[in-house]
């Protein structure tokens, strides 16, 4: 079978400033995965007493926010037309924040089934000891199988589903990415991204592969999320 490389988004091309973040608490950032078209730059974020509100960036990840450490059930709130955050909860977006979560990537998409705000939200563990500097977070958010070969790991991530795999180099260097996807209910391999990446040890390295609307082809995007501990004054 003839294949192709396809060029994909590298981890060295959406590369973070980087953030402070506080060593106690619970932290979190955002991610829009969607058309931008129509989309409001801010929503509301409700913790059950408070509400925030929480940028939807569509090529980066959001500035760090804060919430309360226990157990959350999060609500996603638009204009709220002078009500209180508990009045506009009915049919919002909501996620369940579990106990022991201390930081956590919050991935907003649209859904137009739901009439009250038309976007859902998933929460995704990225807690200390759960994703270290240096790894690499794959969401795979289609319903076809990705496999392949980042730098010294494999992949085998199956539809809509999420792994966490080693560092794929020591130390910064380049290293070789060669991945595929399969179709469902089909066994040939399409290529999906040929290239070269650059690894950053000091960071973890976020993965999403994204369905392409119009096209079979998936895409993948990459962040890299590098934050500092916040200097004691």
Sequence with gaps: MFRFPIVCLAPALIILLSLPCDAAGRTFRVLFVGNAKNTPKTLQLFDGKHSQKIELPRMNLSPVYKLPLGRLSL????ETSGKKPKQALAGSPQATLAKGISDFYLIISRNRHNAALPYSMRNNNASPGKVRNGQMLWFNLTKKHITGNVGSQKINLKPKSQKITKAPAKGIK???VDI?????????????????????????????????????????????????KKKQP
């Design 174 to 176: 380049n290293y070789h």
């Design 180 to 228: 595929y996807y399969q179709m469902p209910k089909e066994k040939d391999t399409w290529p999906l991204c040929e290239t070269k990446w650059l690894h950053n040890p000091a960071a973890r390295i976020i993965m999403f592969v994204l369905p392409e609307t119009g096209s079979r082809v998936p895409r993948i995007m990459s962040f890299t999320d590098f934050r500092t």
């Design 75 to 78: 609500h996603l709130l638009g």
